[in-house]
């Protein structure tokens, strides 16, 4: 962290030729568990990790805006009252879709002072752990800051969301924003997507010793396109056909009704979600009661039914489940969106060199490209660095 923090640092410096006015940073996330569920005003519990995306602020006097990162050659450069979802495209929508957002939240874009922005980041990209709600997340921080714009970070959360919806053009729901920016050290996010109320759910991953690794399939996905909105409008006909205003109305009891009335599909799509707010609802409770070892069971179920009910998963993911099964976790299961990224596992220390060499032994075994597994710490939410 120190490391990315002084790179920044210099690497503002070198760019823009002065010294930042401050430094802000936001984590990436893994959804332990409840996925598909945030845009049905359903429940999640993500956690922010020990992967942080870091930011370098300078202000400007003139309105206009300047970002830079370590991972593109190009600055980007805008007039700050221009700033539209037209306007912006590629890589600088997320941190630039921010600031536009912050317009729609109250920041008055024609007064607002101008800023130069520099970004790295060890959030890896493409593996669905959010490096894009980390992005937006400690923009939205420092913009919040130096516009003196006193908004909280539920509304900082919301803001990132518009700008992952309206600029980037993915239809994403409130669960990775709020993780970033709401996440607490070893601890979950247990949200409540309708009423946006959240409670900070201990892990004790460390006193069960246990660790969560993180199996990145390699296999790249964009929810701006395909897969994702399907899903998404799938949940919403289910919704609409069973007559509620959305699927987190529809409990466990009501599903033998549902099946009556939906077409096969659009029935096992529901069936996930509701299922999927339930198992969030029972890891919460086992959390509290039993303890991480507890939620092993869980955390299988979720898979089955993200590959069977929403089929978002794909056979890297479930191998990578599969194998992690059978070497000693005690739980595992593909985490984000799906069509890609990565997957979880839950285990004993002890055992974690033998379920790394396993997953790469069966990856090869298959034919997959090398997947890449490494252990997060469930870490603090965004902040100020200096
Ligand atoms: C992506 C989206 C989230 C959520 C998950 C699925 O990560 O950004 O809003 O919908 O997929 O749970």
């Known amino acids: ?42 429940f999640v519990l993500p956690f922010a990790i020990n992967r942080r995306t870091v930011i370098a602020l300078g202000l400007r006097e003139d309105g206009i805006a300047r970002v830079a990162s370590s991972f593109a050659d190009e600055v980007v450069e805008i007039t700050i009252s221009e700033l539209s979802p037209e306007t912006l495209n590629g890589w600088a929508a997320y941190p630039l879709g921010v600031a536009w957002a912050l317009g729609q939240r109250g920041a008055d874009l024609a007064t607002v002072p101008g800023f130069d922005i520099f ?36 509304t900082l959360a919301a803001v990132g969301q518009l700008a992952e919806n309206k600029v980037v053009g993915a239809p994403t729901g409130i669960m990775d924003q709020s993780a970033s920016l709401l996440g607490q050290k070893d601890s979950a996010v247990f949200l409540d997507c309708r009423s946006l109320d959240s409670e900070i759910v201990d892990l004790g991953f460390g006193a069960a010793e246990l660790v969560l690794l993180i199996m990145d ?47 096969d599909t659009t029935f096992r799509r529901v069936r996930h979600v509701v299922t999927e707010n339930q198992r969030v609802l029972d890891t919460v409770r086992a959390l509290r009661e039993q ?84 252990v997060v710490v469930p870490a603090h939410g965004a902040s100020r660095e200096s």
């Open 1 to 42: 962290m120190s490391d990315i923090r002084d790179d920044v640092r210099a690497g503002f410096n070198e760019l823009y030729g002065y010294e930042p006015a401050g430094m802000w940073s936001a984590p990436g996330r893994v959804n332990l568990i409840g996925e598909h569920t945030d845009y049905n005003e359903g």
């Open 119 to 154: 970004i790295d980041s060890d959030v890896p990209v493409g593996a669905g752990l959010s490096s894009s709600a980390a992005i937006e997340s400690a923009v939205a921080m420092a913009l919040n800051d130096v516009w003196r714009l006193r908004l909280d970070r539920p």
């Open 217 to 263: 399939t390699g296999v790249t996905h964009s929810h701006a396109t395909g897969g994702y909105a399907e899903r998404r409008a799938s949940c919403e006909l289910g919704a609409r056909m069973l007559e509620v205003e959305s699927l987190r109305d529809v409990t466990v009891d009501d599903l033998p009704r549902a099946r009556n009335i939906l077409d």
């Open 291 to 374: 303890g991480p070892a507890a939620i092993g069971d869980l955390l299988d179920a979720s898979h089955l039914s993200m590959r069977n009910d929403f089929e978002i998963s794909i056979p890297e993911l479930d191998l990578a489940v599969e194998t992690a099964q059978a070497n000693g976790a005690i739980g595992a299961r593909m985490t984000g969106g799906g069509f890609g990224g990565s997957a979880i596992a839950l285990i004993h220390r002890d055992d974690l060199s033998r379920l790394q060499v396993a997953i790469d032994g069966a990856f090869a075994e298959h034919g997959f490209g090398q997947p890449d597994t490494f």
